[in-house]
């Protein structure tokens, strides 16, 4: 009888803990569509968003630049943006949210690495030397230039607000911060947003929008592929680090 190998069963127990996460998201996920879709005809949720979005439109073209100011400002204040911006879908739909988050978001995404670069940069110093991911992040610039700007704006392991600080500190050049935070926030947002108009079509117009529903999955691919492609990028660049 041949003796247990320790070392494999750790990777078996280490793999298999991924694999039960990846089972219960989806599972997750479809209680909480379920609930939301029972919520709204309890408590009539689509009339409701109807009467919110009918009174952002009314401002005309203030309601969006108010909402982009409002977004800048939660980014700026280290507000959670996935909140802000379920709620520019559920306000203005696929196409006006699309462009009003993505304005918001790099707008104030900017604001917050300039803040850190020039205004308040020991005051972060002190608030991130104690982070771990902060000091990998640093160590992969330096070691790596503009494409860690990209690949950590696909990682969900990279905090939003971690990254809009964090990068303030590190030597990045500021328009290549912007430009690639920019492109790669990009996706995540149409997927947040168009996901979110293909719900709230749904509970307002009690119909399926399989549009939406098309473009959300067609993203969602999209975005699958670019995080695996950018965890590949990453490891191996960390790989050569060390």
């Known amino acids: 009888m041949k003796p247990t190998d320790p070392s494999k069963n750790a990777h078996i127990s280490s793999s298999s803990a991924p694999r039960k996460k990846s089972i219960w998201r989806p599972i997750v996920l479809g209680f909480i569509i379920i609930a939301l879709m029972v919520l709204s005809y309890v408590f009539n949720l689509g009339g409701r968003l109807g ?11 203030y309601g969006p630049l108010v909402y982009i100011l409002i977004y800048i400002v939660a980014v700026v204040f280290a507000i959670p943006g996935s909140i802000i911006t379920i709620l ?14 993505s304005i918001g978001s790099t707008i104030g995404a900017s604001l917050a690495f300039l803040i ?12 991130f030397e104690s982070n771990k991911k902060f000091h990998r992040l640093d160590q992969l610039t330096k070691e790596h230039g503009a494409i860690i700007v990209a690949i950590t704006r696909l990682l969900p392991f990279f905090p939003f607000n971690l990254l ?7 030597q990045v050049p500021f328009w290549t911060y912007v430009f690639w935070s920019w492109v790669c926030m990009l996706p995540g947002t149409v997927l947040y947003v168009v ?14 929008p399989w549009g939406l529903i098309i473009i959300f999955v067609i993203i969602l691919g999209v975005i699958t592929i670019l995080v695996n492609q950018a ?4 490891k191996s660049k960390e790989g050569h680090q060390k």
């Open 195 to 208: 996901g979110t108009d293909a719900v709230v079509s749904a509970i307002s117009e009690k119909r399926i």
């Open 116 to 127: 850190s670069r020039y205004v308040a940069r020991e005051a972060i110093v002190q608030r």
């Open 51 to 61: 009467e919110l979005r009918e009174w952002i439109l009314s401002l005309g073209s």
């Open 88 to 101: 520019g879908g559920v306000l203005f739909g696929s196409v006006v949210g699309v462009v009003a988050v």
């Open 231 to 234: 965890r590949k990028k990453l």
């Open 164 to 170: 809009n600080y964090g990068f303030g500190l590190t």
